[in-house]
């Protein structure tokens, strides 16, 4: 799930965000998540913050800076300030520079590396898939390219989460307006069928392109048994692990992706001191992590 | 490799380079004395001069991209900019004026956004990575396409072809002009700048900003404009389009030739200032459009 901009939100006093304690919360959250607030995004997490500081009846940010910090419940309410941060609910085709770093240089890159050994499948992760928009606009993104791009290979998504109800959600493919509103009508109508007056629902088609299933990344025991994934997405999924877990479900999804193969993390999001093995590769408006071919001689640091 | 000398004749109307505006010239004139020699009273009178460098200060001494203050007189707004960055702002506006409304195949807004976005990634990681002078990365940063404006004014129209077809092939600019014209705007913009006697680095960052492996000369500050480049034309400050590349920046060579002066480099969180980039888009947008967007309006 992508972090949301709720438009309701509105934007605190430019004084309040004089504050330092907004500033402290912000790279402490990094810290703690990766998880970035840009300076002009600061608002933001104030908004973010005022609403924790109502429920904790705390009046100044140094103050909830406090409760964040020095108090014994402070891991139970870093987790709560980061479910507000990145509440919001998401929607199809939201990073169009992804889809465009998948089509123009990621996939012909892999589908040139694989295709020499023979090997005409594709496997994507969307890990952590929430109500399920991310691996349908895939299976949409990967349909529209299959004659051209794809022509001749098969590809797979597997779609997990821990949560048993957003994967159920998934799982019926049933959506409204918000989720469509980036979804053009020509799309809508190929990939999707009415459900009722207000939704729709995803083909059985783009289904048959999706595998649900729940998965821990904590839980190692099955997590080894995933192995020659292409790509995997994972968005706004790693604030819930602390740095030793995260760095731990690092090590998994390296050791899931194919040599050659990409992670997408949530647009705010990054590895920086939690794992320098993936090469930070840079693609216009995206960025991604990528697991170099043993043997890559490209030096990653001097 | 082409000389420049080969490349020359091939520039159409080059005797008819453009000069530094008559007006500009005095202000530029006291503006590069040593520090010492400047006279504020002196500067702030000639900016004054000019209404549109007068407004340009003050919004960029106002701007969020300059810690968004309250300066409401052009004195308050020099001063708190500092020479150095006035220089910037001049040398932005004189050639904004050089090239004439009709041959603006890029458009304006598109062209400062992209120099406006590379100056102060380069002054930004200048800083971070502890290089002694991040004004001069900044002006760098601004004025290293200054040969798109070159190509834009001597072959108007086979530049506008270079940029369609780099903007359907999703391909570099300069790798098209190469192609197309038989030189980039690296070679062309080097003549203007020899022309007009600018720094023998900032004319090394104008000539080796899209082959820097390594720079004869400024290396690091060469280096440090390449990767700033590189990084604006993958966050939405590039030149109108999405070119299809995707990089590892540290494994560029730049990025070796940097971290071998400034150590620092290889601790500096490059995702982080990515996303302060990506934070600071609407602040260059809005600058730039208050800028120049009156311009486009009276050119079209």
């Given at each position: 799930?992508?972090?949301?901009?709720?438009?309701?939100?509105?934007?605190?006093?430019?004084?309040?965000?004089?504050?330092?304690?907004?500033?402290?919360?912000?790279?402490?959250?990094?810290?703690?998540?990766?998880?970035?607030?840009?300076?002009?995004?600061?608002?933001?997490?104030?908004?973010?913050?005022?609403?924790?500081?109502?429920?904790?009846?705390?009046?100044?940010?140094?103050?909830?800076?406090?409760?964040?910090?020095?108090?014994?419940?402070?891991?139970?309410?870093?987790?709560?300030?980061?479910?507000?941060?990145?509440?919001?609910?998401?929607?199809m085709f939201?990073?169009?520079?992804?889809?465009?770093?998948?089509?123009?240089?990621?996939?012909?890159?892999?589908?040139?590396?694989?295709?020499?050994?023979?090997?005409?499948?594709?496997?994507?992760?969307?890990?952590?898939?929430?109500?399920?928009?991310?691996?349908y606009?895939?299976?949409m993104?990967?349909l529209e390219?299959?004659?051209?791009?794809?022509?001749?290979?098969?590809?797979?998504?597997?779609?997990?989460?821990?949560?048993?109800?957003?994967?159920?959600?998934?799982?019926?493919g049933?959506y409204?307006e918000?989720?469509l509103?980036s979804t053009s009508e020509a799309l809508r109508k190929k990939y999707f069928k009415p459900y009722?007056?207000?939704r729709l629902q995803a083909t059985d088609q783009l289904?048959?392109?999706?595998?649900?299933?729940?998965?821990?990344?904590?839980?190692?025991?099955?997590?080894?048994?995933?192995?020659?994934?292409?790509?995997?997405?994972?968005?706004?999924?790693?604030?819930?692990?602390?740095?030793?877990?995260?760095?731990?479900?690092?090590?998994?999804?390296?050791?899931?992706?194919?040599?050659?193969?990409?992670?997408?993390?949530?647009?705010?999001?990054?590895?920086?001191?939690?794992?320098?093995?993936?090469?930070?590769?840079?693609?216009?408006?995206?960025?991604?992590?990528?697991?170099?071919?043993?043997?890559?001689?490209?030096?990653?640091?001097? | 490799?082409?000389?420049?000398?080969?490349?020359?004749?091939?520039?159409?109307?080059?005797?008819?380079?453009?000069?530094?505006?008559?007006?500009?010239?005095?202000?530029?004139?006291?503006?590069?004395?040593?520090?010492?020699?400047?006279?504020?009273?002196?500067?702030?009178?000639?900016?004054?001069?000019?209404?549109?460098?007068?407004?340009?200060?003050?919004?960029?001494?106002?701007?969020?991209?300059?810690?968004?203050?309250?300066?409401?007189?052009?004195?308050?707004?020099?001063?708190?900019?500092?020479?150095?960055?006035?220089?910037?702002?001049?040398?932005?506006?004189?050639?904004?004026?050089?090239?004439?409304?009709?041959?603006?195949?890029?458009?304006?807004?598109?062209?400062?956004?992209?120099?406006?976005?590379?100056?102060?990634?380069?002054?930004?990681?200048?800083?971070?990575?502890?290089?002694?002078?991040?004004?001069?990365?900044?002006?760098?940063?601004?004025?290293?396409?200054?040969?798109?404006?070159?190509?834009?004014?001597?072959?108007?129209?086979?530049?506008?072809?270079?940029?369609?077809?780099?903007?359907?092939?999703?391909?570099?600019?300069?790798?098209?002009?190469?192609?197309?014209?038989?030189?980039?705007?690296?070679?062309?913009?080097?003549?203007?700048?020899?022309?007009?006697?600018?720094?023998?680095?900032?004319?090394?960052?104008?000539?080796?900003?899209?082959?820097?492996?390594?720079?004869?000369?400024?290396?690091?500050?060469?280096?440090?404009?390449?990767?700033?480049?590189?990084?604006?034309?993958?966050?939405?400050?590039?030149?109108?389009?999405?070119?299809?590349?995707?990089?590892?920046?540290?494994?560029?060579?730049?990025?070796?030739?940097?971290?071998?002066?400034?150590?620092?480099?290889?601790?500096?969180?490059?995702?982080?200032?990515?996303?302060?980039?990506?934070?600071?888009?609407?602040?260059?947008?809005?600058?730039?459009?208050?800028?120049?967007?009156?311009?486009?309006?009276?050119?079209?």
């Amino acid at each position: 799930m992508e972090t949301g901009v709720a438009k309701s939100v509105a934007k605190p006093e430019t004084e309040d965000l004089k504050d330092p304690a907004y500033r402290k919360i912000r790279d402490m959250i990094y810290q703690i998540s990766g998880i970035y607030q840009t300076d002009e995004k600061l608002y933001l997490l104030a908004s973010r913050c005022t609403r924790r500081m109502n429920a904790t009846k705390t009046t100044t940010p140094a103050e909830y800076l406090d409760h964040l910090t020095l108090r014994g419940n402070r891991d139970a309410e870093l987790r709560l300030l980061l479910n507000e941060i990145t509440i919001g609910e998401t929607y199809m085709f939201r990073s169009v520079p992804q889809l465009e770093a998948l089509r123009t240089v990621i996939l012909p890159q892999i589908l040139a590396a694989k295709g020499g050994m023979g090997f005409k499948r594709l496997r994507l992760w969307s890990a952590g898939c929430s109500t399920g928009e991310e691996p349908y606009t895939l299976a949409m993104f990967l349909l529209e390219n299959s004659d051209k791009l794809l022509s001749g290979w098969t590809y797979e998504i597997l779609a997990s989460d821990l949560n048993d109800n957003s994967l159920a959600a998934a799982k019926a493919g049933i959506y409204g307006e918000y989720a469509l509103r980036s979804t053009s009508e020509a799309l809508r109508k190929k990939y999707f069928k009415p459900y009722d007056e207000k939704r729709l629902q995803a083909t059985d088609q783009l289904k048959s392109l999706i595998r649900f299933d729940r998965v821990n990344l904590n839980d190692d025991s099955k997590m080894i048994f995933l192995k020659g994934l292409d790509l995997i997405f994972c968005c706004n999924v790693l604030i819930y692990f602390d740095l030793a877990s995260k760095r731990k479900v690092m090590q998994h999804f390296f050791a899931n992706l194919i040599p050659g193969g990409y992670l997408f993390l949530g647009h705010a999001e990054s590895l920086y001191q939690v794992d320098d093995r993936f090469h930070l590769v840079h693609f216009p408006g995206t960025i991604s992590y990528w697991k170099p071919p043993a043997g890559f001689s490209g030096a990653k640091k001097p | 490799m082409t000389t420049l000398e080969e490349i020359r004749p091939r520039i159409k109307a080059l005797e008819s380079m453009p000069t530094i505006p008559a007006t500009i010239q005095p202000l530029l004139d006291m503006l590069r004395l040593p520090a010492e020699e400047v006279s504020i009273e002196k500067v702030v009178e000639l900016v004054s001069y000019d209404s549109t460098i007068a407004a340009q200060c003050l919004r960029m001494a106002n701007s969020p991209l300059f810690g968004r203050r309250n300066m409401e007189t052009v004195r308050n707004a020099i001063m708190a900019l500092g020479i150095k960055r006035i220089e910037a702002i001049v040398m932005g506006c004189c050639l904004n004026r050089i090239v004439p409304p009709e041959k603006w195949v890029l458009d304006p807004v598109v062209f400062w956004r992209h120099s406006l976005g590379c100056a102060l990634v380069s002054s930004k990681m200048a800083k971070l990575i502890g290089y002694p002078d991040p004004e001069k990365a900044y002006l760098a940063g601004l004025l290293h396409d200054l040969g798109i404006l070159v190509n834009m004014i001597a072959c108007t129209d086979e530049f506008r072809q270079c940029l369609q077809k780099a903007h359907d092939e999703r391909v570099a600019l300069h790798i098209i002009e190469d192609q197309f014209l038989g030189f980039n705007h690296c070679q062309s913009g080097k003549i203007l700048a020899e022309q007009w006697k600018f720094s023998p680095d900032l004319t090394a960052v104008i000539e080796f900003h899209h082959n820097p492996n390594p720079a004869p000369v400024a290396a690091p500050l060469v280096a440090t404009v390449y990767l700033s480049d590189l990084l604006c034309r993958l966050r939405d400050l590039d030149h109108g389009y999405y070119e299809a590349m995707g990089i590892d920046l540290t494994a560029e060579r730049a990025w070796a030739t940097l971290a071998e002066q400034h150590p620092a480099l290889a601790n500096m969180d490059l995702a982080r200032l990515t996303m302060d980039i990506d934070g600071s888009m609407e602040d260059i947008t809005s600058v730039v459009d208050a800028v120049f967007k009156p311009h486009r309006a009276a050119a079209s």
